[in-house]
């Protein structure tokens, strides 16, 4: 059974940081491509950032939507089985639930509808 663990949300002020972390079990983690998205009230789930990967693509690449480039950095430890989101300079419009996700693709890595597996989400509060 297949499972993704998010943690590291919190409530921080504007202009600060977290480190997201999602924890991977029952799957070849290594040969999938590893997404994180966010969804505020009221708003659809948006893709924020992926770290592509397959059975053929041993490197991979990093992708991030806009509004967090420069900011956000994605990271994958495939001994650990595991990928991490560090979020610096922080907004009070990146509040969300965030979550991490899991696909056997590598293309349509921003459409949440290309990963075959998510985890619970995890709480980001930024205050103004």
């Known amino acids: 059974q297949v499972q993704l663990v998010a943690s590291g949300g919190g409530l921080v002020q504007a202009g600060g940081s977290l480190r997201l972390s999602c924890a991977a079990s029952?799957?070849?983690?290594?040969?999938?491509?590893m997404g994180w998205f966010r969804q505020a009230p009221g708003k659809e789930r948006e893709f924020v950032a992926a770290f592509t990967r397959n059975t053929f693509i041993r490197n991979g690449n990093t992708y991030y939507v806009e509004s967090v480039k420069g900011r956000f950095t994605i990271s994958r430890d495939d001994a650990r089985n595991s990928v991490y989101l560090q979020m610096n300079s922080l907004k009070p419009e990146d509040t969300a639930v965030y979550y991490c996700?899991?696909?056997?693709?590598?293309?349509?890595?921003?459409?949440?509808?290309?990963?075959?597996?998510w985890g619970q989400g995890t709480q980001v509060t930024v205050s103004s």
């Open positions: 029952g799957l070849t983690f290594s040969s999938y491509t």
């Open positions: 996700a899991a696909s056997r693709s590598i293309s349509g890595y921003s459409d949440y509808g290309s990963y075959d597996y």
